[in-house]
């Protein structure tokens, strides 16, 4: 079965660091585009960042040079680094594989979406 | 940046077809993706490529790109189908996935 399992969410100060993790069971991260995708609480899906299997990768610009998105293959995992954060990085992150046709494609939608971790963001 | 409008919402009764539109410049040159998100679920992907099914979603819900305007349809709306659904697309120029803002389905 393929599943992606985040974990690492929790209640963090402005300006404090996080780093979420992305377990997944089923595809291989490093043969695959992988991202990351938040939801504000009442608000709508905002992608944040992507690391493609030739290990490039791309940010939002409201997380650039405050996130990194890295993978480690030998343990199949995803994760997004989160430093100095602010109160609008408040969100549930799911992590997404990029994907959905015969052959993966950059520009291809996210088929395969992990539960989410809740990061919330407060003094 | 590349911006991607829906309506906030769309309300009708059951059975009836129900049709989401998403607007972008030159939208025709991109390739559509549509989700389905429910209250406490990860989003489903529900629509690729503009118009093409996953499997096990259902024939009533289909989807088309022309112009500036991608459409996900929704023929014989069910309760069930209440959800927010939300378009996106990469942006090649600046290599970004965008979103639409998301359209409420509400079945009455």
């Known amino acids: 079965e393929v599943q992606l399992v985040e974990s690492g969410g929790g209640l963090m100060q402005p300006g404090g660091s996080l780093r979420l993790s992305c377990a997944a069971s089923g595809i291989s991260v490093s043969n695959n585009h992988m991202s990351w995708v938040r939801q504000a609480p009442g608000k709508g899906l905002e992608w944040v960042s992507v690391i493609y299997m030739s290990g490039g990768t791309s940010y939002a610009d409201s997380v650039k040079g405050r996130f990194t998105i890295s993978r480690d293959n030998s343990k199949n995992t995803l994760f997004l680094e989160m430093k100095n954060l602010r109160v609008e990085d408040t969100a549930v992150y799911y992590c997404?594989?990029?994907?959905?046709?015969?052959?993966?494609?950059?520009?291809?939608?996210?088929?395969?979406w992990g539960q989410g971790t809740m990061v919330t963001v407060s003094s | 940046s590349y911006v991607l409008t829906q309506p906030p919402s769309v309300s009708l009764a059951p059975g009836k077809t129900a049709t989401i539109t998403c607007e972008g410049n030159n939208l025709l040159s991109k390739s559509v993706h549509w989700y389905q998100r429910k209250p406490g679920q990860a989003p489903v992907l529900v629509i690729h490529?503009?118009?093409d099914r996953p499997s096990g979603i259902p024939e009533r819900i289909s989807g088309s790109n022309s112009g500036n305007t991608a459409t996900l349809t929704i023929t014989r709306v069910e309760v069930g189908d209440e959800a927010d659904y939300f378009c996106?697309?990469?942006?090649?120029?600046?290599?970004?996935?965008?979103f639409g803002g998301g359209t409420k389905l509400t079945v009455l």
């Open positions: 997404a594989r990029v994907g959905g046709g015969v052959i993966p494609t950059i520009s291809d939608g996210f088929d395969i």
């Open positions: 490529n503009d118009s």
């Open positions: 996106q697309v990469w942006d090649s120029s600046s290599d970004h996935r965008v």
